[in-house]
């Protein structure tokens, strides 16, 4: 795991077992919430509290190494993407995420009709829709 620890003390932080966990566990990819981000770091190290796990992720995100999402009516949850403006989009079925690539690459990807002066720079885009195994089971269902 050197390339973890080398990414952590490029960014100022110390090396610890629990962040090296927390790294390789965001790095497999997905959107985790902080109970299974927490669970996994348990299989590996024990005693890790679930708020030395919200600490970890709160000293990712401010050093670029994570990001924080939050759809509406669902718990946070935790990416290793970051550093490009891509999207989500949420099934409201079951409340899984997928990534959707901007279509125009930076932010902010819409141009407000009126931005009441203020200097824009992001527009936070949530896409929502039906999953396909929602689908199939509101197909079965019928
Ligand atoms: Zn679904
Ligand atoms: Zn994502
Ligand atoms: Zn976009």
Avoid: K
């Avoid at 050093?63 to 924080?68: E, F, K, Q, W, Y």
């Avoid at 009709?113 to 089971?137: I, M, Y």
Wanted: hydrophobic residues 35%; contains cysteine; negative net charge.
């Amino acid at each position: 795991m050197s390339g973890g620890e080398d990414l952590l003390r490029s960014r100022g932080l110390r090396v610890t077992r629990p962040r090296l966990a927390v790294l390789d566990i965001l790095a497999s990819g997905g959107h985790l919430e902080v109970d299974e981000i927490t669970r996994r770091v348990r299989e590996r190290l024990d005693s890790v509290s679930t708020q030395a796990v919200y600490d970890i992720l709160g000293a990712f995100s401010r050093a670029g190494l994570s990001r924080r999402i939050e759809p509406a009516g669902s718990p946070a949850r935790y990416e290793a993407r970051v550093g490009d403006n891509h999207h989500h989009v949420v099934c409201r079925g079951c409340g899984e995420i997928a990534d959707v690539d901007c279509a125009t690459g930076s932010a902010p990807c819409l141009d407000p009709s009126s931005s009441h002066g203020f200097e824009v720079d992001e527009a936070e885009v949530t896409f929502w829709g039906l999953c396909p195994g929602c689908q199939a089971r509101r197909r079965a269902d019928h």
